[in-house]
């Protein structure tokens, strides 16, 4: 066998023997009918049997991989039910990423320390993943701070959907002068004497920060297929074996789609993925919908990459922008027209979608076109389609969406915005943000996601931790208990809920013969370790399709060989992806056990050495007397 040596499975040559068995494991299946397990054997990429030892031991032959899990807690493979994952691929190697960095003074020093080996033309990029209150110091980074960081390098710092922070020699490379226009939505801070500071704001719009990165040098397609199997790999780190991509803004079909396409015809995807298709042109949304619907249709493709529907926008003018630091935008009076000849078409031809929401007002506006369309029998019509986001849906509107057919998909943004939804809304209105207990207890299916990579990090413990605490990054309590699920619920939401919204939740979401062999072994039991750790918890070995696409510590080697991160220069080859920070300090009582139980560790470990003559016996008292008793 080609991983570690187990004693007790013995190969026998046998037909159709397990590609992979996963052993002295705590599994939790994600099956109702099943639960738990120790063990299981994989097959041409499927679960073939779940048991203990004894049901796994006759399916091991000569070639068989068996893992040995060592107690540790197995999931099934997590499902991210809203992620940017083929943008954020395209761009992962040029990004300097201050996910979980835990101070304003550490991300400044990475970002010195980047300009540094950035080569001239080339950017230095902070997109997303990160909030001023997961900081110590509780702030963004000042101008004068990047200008001093890099002072000939250009530098881009987004904050959020709420603004950027351009160092003077980003002002120059995205061409910004005083004689500059803020654009539509946007607004470019200048000083007393009319030049641009640096700061953009989304007034409420966000166009004018994307708009602005877009300016920014491009990968060409070899180095974009190397950083997308990167960020595939980075996702892999944490259990993440799906991912519904939400599409985006500046995410055209199909030429943005071609290398996940290229990564899926080569075999080279560690990731299932089931995209979107997203207009980018106001005033053509329709042309774009009807020439994709003679294109491609839903489920085309396979188990790797396959098409979901359209959305996360089907018209731009019924985009509601939820940056929380402004008020929620007003919609034009007349963009039911529009809006209802891009659903009813969809909804005519077999096509699902979903639908950026954040606002109850803008909620209840499509609905109404809904049940316009219910009344000519096209809801529900078979299709799936959901809401994104919805922070503040009402009672009313879940009964609505729920007679329609439809599903919610919830996002942790409030993770790294609850505090500016708190200075506007007010702690009442965040307690409900948004109200998942709800949504689940009208027997929706609730999936979860990250809107990952530039608002929330693409890390989904977070997420998870969001989940079940209520608690933002900076550790304020936003949603009471009341609104909160227990750590299965979170992880079915993980799971099982994002299989279901692409219609696979037969074969994907739970640990059964039959199903895709998609799991991760755990570096922590999330079932036991204490709340605030659920956020530090990464995957040890991850497993896609019965193929092993990440491993770490006693299984480090096993994955699959990726080429370097190129080019030589880019942030990600310096400092890796998410920054993994130190779990929270244990409360006194819990430091003492602790500290108790590692010297008494330290003993057994002193007595089993005199045992085999390793210490003299003479030896035998505390290395510290304060600790005898």
Request: with cysteine; proline share 7%; hydrophobic share 40%.
């Amino acid at each position: 066998m080609s991983t570690m040596p187990v004693g007790g499975l013995v190969p026998h040559a046998i037909e159709n023997a397990a590609d992979l068995i996963v052993r002295n494991a705590k599994i939790h299946t994600g099956d109702p009918g099943r639960p738990h397990a120790e063990a299981l054997a994989i097959h041409d990429g499927v679960i073939t049997v779940v048991g203990d030892d004894k049901d796994v031991a006759p399916h091991v032959g000569p070639g068989t991989k068996v893992v040995d899990a060592l107690g540790r807690r197995v999931i099934p493979g997590l499902n991210d039910a809203h992620l940017h994952v083929i943008r954020g691929g395209l761009n992962y190697v040029l990004e300097l990423r201050w996910d979980g960095v835990r101070t304003l003074r550490q991300g400044l020093a990475m970002l010195r320390e980047q300009a540094a080996r950035t080569p001239k033309g080339q950017w230095v990029r902070v997109v997303g993943g990160w909030s001023a209150e997961q900081f110590a110091e509780r702030r963004l980074p000042t101008v004068a701070e990047l200008n001093a960081a890099a002072p000939d390098t250009p530098v881009f710092v987004l904050h959020l959907y709420q603004s950027a922070v351009l160092n003077r020699a980003a002002l120059k490379a995205a061409g910004f002068t005083r004689d500059t226009p803020d654009p539509k939505g946007g607004q470019i801070v200048r000083g007393r004497d009319g030049e641009p500071t640096g700061m953009l704001l989304a007034s409420p719009s966000a166009l004018i920060l994307y708009s602005t990165l877009a300016k920014a040098p491009v990968l060409d397609e070899e180095h974009r297929k190397t950083s997308t199997r990167h960020f595939l790999r980075e996702l892999n780190r944490f259990g993440l074996t799906s991912a519904i991509d939400a599409a985006g803004g500046f995410q055209n079909f199909p030429d943005n789609y071609e290398t996940v396409t290229e990564l899926a015809r080569e075999g080279q995807l560690s990731l299932r993925i089931a995209y979107h298709l997203f207009p980018q042109t106001a005033g053509q949304e329709i042309d774009d919908l009807t020439r994709w619907i003679g294109m491609v249709r839903p489920e085309d493709g396979d188990e790797w990459l396959r098409l979901n529907g359209a959305g996360e926008n089907l018209t731009w003018a019924a985009a509601d922008f939820e940056n929380f630091a402004q008020p929620r935008p007003e919609h034009s009076p007349d963009y039911e027209v529009e809006f209802e000849k891009a659903v009813r078409l969809l909804m005519e031809n077999g096509w699902g979608f979903r639908l950026h929401a954040t606002y109850d007002e803008t909620i209840r506006r499509d609905l109404a076109v809904f049940e316009k369309l219910a009344s000519e029998g096209l809801f529900p019509g078979g299709n799936r389609w959901l809401f994104d986001h919805a922070e503040t849906v009402s009672p009313d509107s879940l009964d609505r969406i729920a007679a329609l057919g439809g599903a919610m998909s919830v996002q942790n943004r409030l993770s790294f915005q609850g505090e500016a939804f708190v200075r506007r809304y007010g702690p009442g209105a965040a307690a409900d943000a948004p109200p998942i207990r709800a949504m689940l207890d009208r027997g929706l299916t609730v999936g979860a996601g990250t809107d990952a990579t530039r608002v929330s990090t693409y890390n989904p413990w977070v997420a998870l931790h969001w989940l079940v605490s209520g608690r933002s990054v900076g550790d304020l309590a936003l949603r009471p208990p009341t609104n909160r699920v227990d750590r299965q619920t979170a992880l079915a939401m993980f799971t099982r809920a994002g299989a279901a919204l692409t219609g696979e939740d037969e074969v994907k979401g739970a640990l059964r013969p039959g199903s895709y062999a998609d799991l991760a072994v755990l570096s922590e039991d999330y079932f036991a370790v204490p709340e605030p750790d659920i956020a530090h918890i990464e995957s040890l070995l991850t497993v896609t399709g019965g193929r092993i696409v990440y491993a770490a510590a006693e299984y480090e080697g096993l994955d699959e060989e990726l080429p370097p991160v190129s080019p030589a220069w880019s942030p990600v080859a310096h400092f890796g992806g998410y920054q993994a920070s130190r779990r929270a300090a244990p409360p006194g009582a819990r430091q003492a056990e602790l500290l108790g139980q590692a010297i008494a560790e330290s003993e057994q470990h002193r007595q089993w050495r005199i045992a085999r003559g390793l210490t003299p016996e003479a030896a035998s008292t505390p290395f510290d007397p304060c600790f005898v008793l």
